[in-house]
C-alpha cells in the first residue's frame, strides 16, 4: 500500500512540532475570519473521549473584556511574584507572561461537562477525560496557528471564578485555556523561558518513569524497548 504521507509531509509535520513556540509578543495585524475558523477547525479534529467534543471556543476581541482580564492577571501575578525573591524575583518580574492587550484575539476554551449527557463511553472511571480531549484540542490549534505564522500563548495566571464571572461561564462548563492569538512578531528557537534561562527543556533521554512502578519510560534511542501487557507486577520487554 502507497503510504499516504510523503517523507517530505512528514519532515514539515516534525518542523512544525518543534518550531510551535508560546508567544507573547503579537503584531496589531487582524486575523482573517477564515484563518481563524481553520485553526478551530483543526483544534475541533482532536480527539475526545467517546467522541465527546467537551469543548467550546470564547472568542474575545472587545478591548474593554481584555482589559478586564488583563487587571484579573495582573493581581494574580503579584501574587505569584510573591513567590520568588533575589535575582529569582527580579528575572521572574522581567518576564512577560501574556500578551491579553496586544493579541488580536482572546480565546477561552472550555469543557462542557454534561456535553453528550451522563455516560460518556470511556468516561465512567476518569471523569477528567473530557479535559484531557479538550487539551488534545489545544495543542491542535496551536500547531494549525503556527503554520499560518499566528502565535499562541496560554496564559494561566487568571482567577477562573473572576474570568467565569467577566466571560458568563456557567458552573458545569471548566475554564480548560486562556489564549491569545495574533501573528507573532517573532518565532524564537528556543522557550521564551529558556532563552530568557528561567528552565531548559529535559532531553528526551533524561527522561524515566521508576522501574518499581511496573513500567519502563523513555529509554535510550540505542536500547528502545516497548512495555507490553504482563501478568501483575511483572514487566515484559519486547525489542521493537
Ligand atoms: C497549561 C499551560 C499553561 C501555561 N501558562 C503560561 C502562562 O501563564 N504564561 C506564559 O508566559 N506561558 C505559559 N505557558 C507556556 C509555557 O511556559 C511554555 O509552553 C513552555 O515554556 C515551553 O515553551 P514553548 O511552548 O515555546 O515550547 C503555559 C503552557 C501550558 C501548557
Redo the contacts with the bound molecule.
Sequence with gaps: MEDEFSAGDREVLYRVIER?????AFRPDPIPSETLYRILSAAHHAPSVGLMQPWNFIVIQDTGTKARIKEIFLRENEKAAAHYSGPRGMLYRS????GIEEAPVNLCVTADRTRAGPHVLGRNTIVDTDLYST?CA?ENL?LAARVEGIGV??????SIDELRKVLFIPSHVVVV?YLCLGYAQEF?D?????RRRW?S?VPLDQLRVPRALGTVGFLKRRQQLRVAPARAGQVARRRL
Aim: proline share 4%.
Design positions: 510551535r513556540r508560546d508567544v507573547r518576564l512577560k507572561l501574556e487539551c489545544i496551536w500563548g496560554w496564559v494561566s495566571i487568571l485555556a524564537f528556543e522557550p521564551e523561558l529558556q528552565a527543556r
